[in-house]
């Protein structure tokens, strides 16, 4: 008899983005060193008869259910590629904001594939699992990696990143959706050069180095659209033993980085306190 199982989906944070080039079709090229936090949603899934999804938690009003909700599309497609029917009761349990920058619902999506394939005690080829999840969107396959990992082309050229210290994070975003071909049609300039992390850091502080030396080519276009994102990325930076703050993604969400819980729940109780209209969210970085 199958049973109910959960998967959490963290949170995807890119510590660094370029864009490199453009295809002929408009798609970008990136070069991005993706980790995951230790904040997210859990999807639950029990079986049925049919194909349904809940949404609870304090981010499922920003969601609807139908025609486009990409855990559907992620099970239905699923199920076809199984050449079985889709049935399952699925929650999610939403705790992300949503139009983020931080893969929520990737997350999502590629925590449904997981899910379902336990749920359906089914196996799919890794390759036809990642092609699958690529078709839902470029962030699929790094959120089916769900480790540290150098993120090339479209999203789908996937290196295991140099093992990384332990560090946290502090997850901000000012509760305002951010649309991400918009953020990329504002994008102006020359492509900039990959640039993988090639040595293994050796502590935060060190990480934090590395990263100084990179960037986000997508902060400018955001800020210019959204210009709380400037705000938040100087209001993390104030905090006490911030060793970098930058842009996730194509945003609006913003993240500091720190060497220890305790500097992170403490900058996260700081910021809370200045700016309660945030949604913060301190959480470590995923090995």
Same mark, same amino acid.
């Given at each position: 008899?199958?049973?109910?199982?959960?998967?959490?989906?963290?949170?995807?944070?890119?510590?660094?983005?370029?864009?490199?080039?453009?295809?002929?079709?408009?798609?970008?090229?990136?070069?991005?060193?993706?980790?995951?936090?230790?904040?997210?949603d859990r999807i639950?899934?029990?079986?049925?008869?049919?194909?349904?999804?809940?949404?609870?938690?304090?981010?499922?009003? $920003?969601?609807?259910? #139908? =025609?486009?909700?990409?855990?559907?599309?992620? !099970? %239905?497609? /699923? @199920? +076809?590629?199984?050449?079985?029917?889709?049935?399952?009761?699925?929650?999610?349990?939403?705790?992300?904001?949503?139009?983020?920058?931080?893969?929520?619902?990737?997350?999502?999506?590629?925590?449904?594939?997981?899910?379902?394939?336990?749920?359906?005690?089914?196996?799919?080829?890794?390759?036809?699992?990642?092609?699958?999840?690529?078709?839902?969107?470029?962030?699929?396959?790094?959120?089916?990696?769900?480790?540290?990992?150098?993120?090339?082309?479209?999203?789908?050229?996937?290196?295991?990143?140099?093992?990384?210290?332990?560090?946290?994070?502090?997850?901000?975003?000012?509760?305002?959706?951010?649309?991400?071909?918009?953020?990329?049609?504002?994008?102006?300039?020359?492509?900039?050069?990959? $640039?993988?992390?090639? #040595? =293994?850091?050796?502590?935060?502080?060190?990480? !934090? %180095?590395? /990263? @100084? +030396?990179?960037?986000?080519?997508?902060?400018?276009?955001?800020?210019?659209?959204?210009?709380?994102?400037?705000?938040?990325?100087?209001?993390?930076?104030?905090?006490?033993?911030?060793l970098l703050s930058?842009?996730?993604?194509?945003?609006?969400?913003?993240?500091?980085?720190?060497?220890?819980?305790?500097?992170?729940?403490?900058?996260?109780?700081?910021?809370?306190?200045?700016?309660?209209?945030?949604?913060?969210?301190?959480?470590?970085?995923?090995?």
């Open positions: 008899m199958n049973s109910v199982n959960s998967v959490f989906a963290p949170a995807k944070v890119n510590l660094y983005l370029h864009v490199t080039g453009r295809r002929s079709d408009g798609f970008h090229l990136l070069d991005s060193l993706v980790v995951f936090a230790g904040v997210g639950t899934f029990a079986p049925a008869d049919d194909l349904s999804l809940t949404l609870s938690g304090p981010g499922a009003g $920003a969601l609807s259910v #139908e =025609p486009d909700n990409i855990v559907l599309k992620a !099970a %239905r497609r /699923l @199920a +076809d590629a199984l050449g079985r029917q889709p049935q399952a009761a699925i929650t999610l349990e939403k705790h992300l904001p949503v139009a983020a920058g931080i893969g929520g619902g990737s997350a999502d999506a590629a925590a449904t594939l997981r899910g379902l394939l336990q749920l359906w005690r089914a196996d799919l080829d890794e390759k036809i699992l990642f092609e699958l999840g690529l078709s839902l969107g470029a962030d699929l396959p790094v959120c089916l990696a769900g480790r540290p990992t150098q993120m090339a082309g479209v999203g789908e050229v996937l290196t295991p990143s140099v093992k990384l210290p332990p560090a946290w994070l502090v997850l901000v975003n000012p509760r305002l959706a951010l649309s991400t071909p918009a953020v990329f049609k504002a994008r102006s300039g020359d492509f900039t050069p990959a $640039a993988p992390l090639s #040595e =293994p850091p050796t502590d935060a502080r060190h990480l !934090a %180095r590395l /990263l @100084a +030396d990179r960037r986000n080519d997508l902060a400018p276009p955001a800020m210019a659209l959204e210009p709380k994102v400037g705000e938040m990325l100087d209001a993390i930076a104030a905090t006490d033993a911030c930058r842009m996730s993604g194509s945003g609006a969400t913003c993240f500091g980085l720190y060497g220890d819980a305790e500097g992170a729940a403490a900058a996260a109780a700081q910021l809370t306190a200045r700016h309660p209209e945030w949604w913060v969210a301190p959480a470590e970085i995923l090995g």
